[in-house]
């Protein structure tokens, strides 16, 4: 017996169907890492609203989302680093961060002491140091963005110099797949894996 052409059509379908399994679709979603919980498998994140374009990122949806790790280790890439840097703004001297206390977006003008552009992850002005480097002496913050290709240095008033460290940090940026929004299925750390990425 010889196939119908919507026979045939659905034969072509099944390995797609099965592949994709009895649940249906899921969703996909990302964001940047402001709180990473190891012992509990937790990942707070606050997710970017423009994650469909490549490139340029938005985080800024609140509030954060908390999402459980994958069960199956080989679902998940490198752990994430967490930090609360959402926008480094060297045109306009501007940092956005967010802030645990309020549960809100803060916006810090800077005023910029050092700007050096396209620099690459392997340029020795940056290999081997860890960033935010904090100067309370001085009084300054360097901060170095792979994406951005830039390390900059700026001043920023006093009440902001006593602020924890993570603040000038920016989180890796993560993926995952998802049909329970609290349980990730698959999540891929794309700051770790994506040279294109960066901070």
Partial sequence: MIPTKSGMALLSCLPLIFALGCGGFG??????????????????LIQDSNYR????P??????????????????MGPAPEAGKRMLLDTENHKVVFYEAATQSFRTVHFTL????????????????IHFPVVNREKKSVTLYSARLRELVTFSVADEY???????????????????????????????????????
């Fill in 161 to 199: 110099m006593g602020l924890p460290e993570d603040t000038w940090k920016a989180g890796d940026e993560v993926r995952w797949y998802y049909k329970d929004s609290g349980q990730a299925l698959r999540l891929m750390n794309i700051t770790k894996t994506d040279i294109s990425s960066g901070k």
């Fill in 58 to 75: 938005k985080y800024d949806v609140l509030p954060p989302v908390t999402v459980r790790i994958p069960v199956n280790p080989k679902e």
């Fill in 27 to 44: 969703k996909v979603s990302q964001g940047r890492v402001i709180e990473f919980d190891r012992g509990k498998g937790l990942v707070t």
């Fill in 113 to 128: 002491i050092e700007r050096h552009t396209d620099v690459f992850r392997d340029d020795p002005r940056v290999t081997g």
């Fill in 53 to 56: 374009v490549p490139g340029t």
